[in-house]
């Protein structure tokens, strides 16, 4: 729905937090994840995402968020899913000049990361080109296993360190 996509993006800041605490929360999940099977939870926590992001970003369930890097617009509503924009035919009021009536995914973006921590910065950080293969896969999922791996095999090496103290 265009008008919560919008709502989403004039509350960046929010969806930032939230997101956040989200994350922090997936990743110490990481070993339930594991013990339970990724592959198990893949169907219910992606159909559960979908629906959330449905609500509120209008998401296309790429498989790979980038709303952390695009001021909480989905790039994927712009109709040529431009990930680095926008594209050279946006018009002079801000709208797109495929569907003139929408209004660029990538002015939104703008307008969002400025509300965001550090979101200006975020934005500079080239994404590469969309991996079709991971359509429709719960990206939550994905950086649950990402960063709770990293999280796991630095307190592995802390805990090594700390042993080989004398
Ligand atoms: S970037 Fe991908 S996963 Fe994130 S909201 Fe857009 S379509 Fe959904």
């Known amino acids: 729905m265009v008008r919560m996509r919008l709502w989403a993006v004039r509350h960046a800041r929010a969806m930032q937090v ?14 339930l994840f594991e013990r339970i099977g990724y592959q198990r939870l893949e169907k219910p926590v992606a159909a559960f995402e979908r629906w959330v992001k449905g609500l509120l970003f ?3 369930m790429c498989g790979q968020c980038a709303l952390s890097s695009t001021g909480m617009s989905c790039s994927m ?16 009021n801000g709208n797109c000049e495929v569907k003139p009536d929408m ?8 307008a969002g990361s400025q509300r965001m921590k550090g979101g200006v910065e975020a934005m500079r950080v080239i994404q590469i080109a969309v991996d079709r293969r991971l359509e429709g896969r719960s990206s939550w999922l994905a950086v649950a ?4 791996a990293a999280l796991k095999a630095a307190g592995t090496q802390q805990q090594l360190g700390a042993g080989g103290k004398p």
């Open 58 to 60: 209008d998401c296309k």
């Open 18 to 31: 939230l997101y956040n605490s989200l994350e922090w929360v997936l990743v110490r999940l990481h070993p």
């Open 103 to 110: 209004r660029c995914v990538w002015v939104e973006a703008f």
């Open 145 to 148: 296993k990402e960063k709770g």
């Open 77 to 92: 509503n712009c109709p040529k899913t431009i990930r680095n924009g926008p594209c050279g035919g946006v018009r002079a």
